[in-house]
């Protein structure tokens, strides 16, 4: 079973940027598409970004143009490369494969304040 752990997160001010990393074990991860999720404080848990294993992406209109997903199928890490961030960005990031049938972990806060 793939476990998942994210990592990166941080209190930025406004316009700031944060590099988000999720770490997998387990060898299929490669087969997966990814995604990055979030849940912002009194909201549902959301897909914000998608990468598949040969790379295509597919961005949230909120994200789009600001967020860069990646990854190494080699380390078996994913990447969020997050640049102008907002203030409604706030929130905690998990991945998973997209749609979401591995186990969650923790998440890694982001928070966007001045």
């Known amino acids: 079973q793939v476990q998942l752990v994210e990592s990166g997160g941080d209190l930025v001010h406004p316009g700031g940027s944060l590099r988000l990393s999720c770490a997998a074990s387990g060898s299929r991860f490669s087969m997966y598409t990814m995604g990055w999720y979030r849940r912002a404080p009194g909201k549902q848990r959301e897909l914000v970004v998608t990468i598949t294993s040969g790379g295509s992406t597919n961005y949230a209109n909120s994200v789009k143009g600001r967020f860069t997903i990646s990854r190494d199928n080699a380390k078996n890490t994913v990447y969020l490369q997050m640049n102008s961030l907002k203030p409604e960005d706030t929130a905690v990031y998990y991945c998973?494969?997209?749609?979401?049938?591995?186990?969650w972990g923790q998440g890694t806060q982001v928070t966007v304040s001045s």
């Open positions: 998973n494969s997209d749609p979401p049938l591995l186990y």
